[in-house]
């Protein structure tokens, strides 16, 4: 067994030996797009701390596979111009390293941005105490959780190791390269409270008011934004339908898989809704029991029934399978909005000398009035307590939930004096938080739109039915998307995530109810 892997291995690299020396040729480096685009892919990979070394492997040993995928699709477009397309398969090859590298920068300044506000918090608390951000960076630098703060300050040593710069000055240059990203405000704080005489603490005291306003004005931009999302996804789903078959009838034309269209734009749609929404750090999980519950569906398929209930008991039970990962979801944000109540005891302990790991041993979970999932999130980190361990910062399945966990982790280790702050970050957590249930609040109607689509897409295509001729089931089939389709967009919206099992069987069981009941009630 030893010797045929050292063979494979042996052949592995004696293939990656000969792609090195091919690719080495010198007409090809001077084409590579390692060496075209060096320029870009140098400044981005210094902009996020990586060696692009990676990219330049791939430069020289992709040669082979351009080749041959180039070849392959001449061929192939010569004989029949259909398979025209596949020349975007060796321009991918090609441009795959600039794609990766403008991927990787996307990538790096949104996971920082998910870890601003909890680090600005962080700045915020050490200033309070009189410590600079210096000290904050020096808090995160074991951390789990802020892995590209620590990447931050990881590039700022650099600087002071390769360029001899002092702090201060790898920071100036980090708030440079930052540009418009709000971590840069984090930074312009510290070089006017430098230079400018400013105390750092008032600084912070500023920059977590700004952080908040600005929390508060993005939600409520996005809350203005889901309205315009309103109209043009019903103008998509009920009046084009509508128009384009009036048209159909008027031409005597029978071609209705027009409808389809609609179906057609939704991922644009949730794409639009996503790029537009403020990110609320969801994660979900799904076990390998769902998983395996949700393949257990497909011999479904060969049920003689018609195609409607077919697709209806198959979407039914897979939705089914992931209930258990919805509510899961739903105890998060249960257990978020318990968080300042247990805070606020912490902070009550605080004051009598206790420090943030004594407290949360003593506090009485059961009577400061907490949900049962609180408590039984409090009762694994006491667990993690007694054993001598740090407050897990991995217990949540909320990103604001874990940077929480891991702000209090990191007091923690200050002591008594990382305990006297507990009240000033229960103050801001609170207003977090209640900018996040005004939110939610204020586009809970949404619900209401999602349950009553399946009825305005029946009077929709019933009349259509009535009119055009259309068969019923292929028009209980559009009815079905649209109304699944309507309400991805909408769970979207007001949920933050397309898992939303209950609203699609809910919606899913009203559209099959009404696909039996005669036209003839109606009209």
Same mark, same amino acid.
């Given at each position: 067994m030893?010797?045929?892997?050292?063979?494979?291995?042996?052949?592995?690299?004696s293939i990656l030996k000969f792609l090195d020396r091919f690719g080495s040729l010198a007409i090809l480096t001077k084409i590579s797009p390692y060496s075209l685009f060096y320029s870009r892919i140098k400044s981005v990979h210094e902009f996020i701390g990586e060696n692009p070394l990676y990219l330049e492997n791939y430069s020289?040993?992709?040669?082979?596979?351009?080749?041959?995928?180039?070849?392959?699709?001449?061929?192939?477009?010569?004989?029949?111009l259909y398979f025209s397309s596949l020349a975007i398969i060796p321009v991918a090859i090609y441009l795959y390293p600039l794609f990766v590298t403008e991927l990787r920068k996307q990538e790096y300044i949104n996971e920082l941005k998910n870890e601003y506000v909890p680090f600005s918090i962080l700045v915020y608390l050490n200033a309070t105490l009189g410590r600079g951000l210096k000290e904050a960076f020096d808090d995160v630098a074991n951390s789990n959780f802020f892995n590209k703060i620590r990447k931050e300050y990881e590039i700022i040593q650099r600087s002071g190791i390769f360029k001899g710069h002092s702090f201060m000055e790898g920071v100036q240059g980090r708030f440079k390269s930052l540009g418009n990203h709000p971590l840069a405000k984090v930074y312009s704080g510290t070089i006017s409270a430098q230079y400018l005489g400013v105390s750092l603490a008032q600084r912070s005291h500023e920059l977590i008011n700004n952080i908040l306003s600005s929390i508060k004005e993005e939600y409520q931009n996005f809350v203005n934004k889901s309205s315009e999302i309103v109209e043009v996804t019903f103008s998509i789903f009920l009046l084009f339908p509508l128009v384009a078959i009036s048209f159909q009838i008027l031409e005597k034309n029978n071609n209705y898989s027009i409808l389809i269209a609609p179906l057609l734009l939704t991922p644009l749609m949730i794409l639009w809704v996503s790029t537009s929404q403020p990110n609320m750090g969801i994660r979900i999980h799904m076990s390998k029991y769902q998983a395996i519950g949700i393949l257990a569906s497909l011999p479904l398929l060969i049920v003689p029934i018609n195609m409607e209930e077919k697709l209806a008991i198959l979407l039914l039970w897979g939705l089914a399978c992931l209930i258990p990962s919805y509510l899961e979801i739903r105890d998060q944000e249960i257990i978020l909005n318990d968080i300042p109540k247990v805070l606020s005891e912490i902070a009550d302990y605080s004051k009598l000398g206790y420090g943030v790991r004594t407290a949360i041993q003593k506090i009485d979970f059961n009577s400061i009035g907490i949900h049962k999932q609180? #408590? $039984? !999130?409090?009762?694994? #980190? $006491? !667990?993690?307590?007694?054993?001598?361990?740090?407050?897990p910062s991995n217990i949540a399945r909320l990103n604001l939930l874990n940077s929480f966990f891991e702000i209090l982790n990191i007091l923690d280790k200050k002591g008594v004096e990382g305990a006297n702050v507990i009240h000033d970050l229960t103050l801001v957590i609170n207003n977090i938080i209640t900018s996040r249930q005004k939110l939610i609040s204020e586009l809970r109607t949404f619900t209401v739109l999602a349950l009553i689509s399946p009825v305005l897409f029946w009077f929709a295509t019933t009349s259509i039915s009535s009119i055009s001729g259309v068969h019923s089931e292929y028009l209980n089939l559009v009815?079905?998307?649209?109304?699944?389709a309507i309400s991805t967009i909408y769970s979207r919206i007001y949920k933050f995530t397309l898992l939303n099992p209950i609203l699609y069987m809910v919606v899913i069981a009203l559209s099959l109810i009404l696909s039996i009941v005669p036209p003839s009630l109606i009209f």
């Open positions: 030893y010797k045929r892997v050292s063979r494979y291995s042996k052949l592995y690299h020289r040993r992709m040669w082979i596979f351009l080749i041959i995928s180039g070849a392959f699709a001449i061929f192939l477009t010569i004989r029949n609180t #408590i $039984r !999130v409090f009762d694994k #980190i $006491r !667990v993690s307590i007694q054993l001598g361990l740090e407050i009815n079905l998307g649209y109304s699944l």
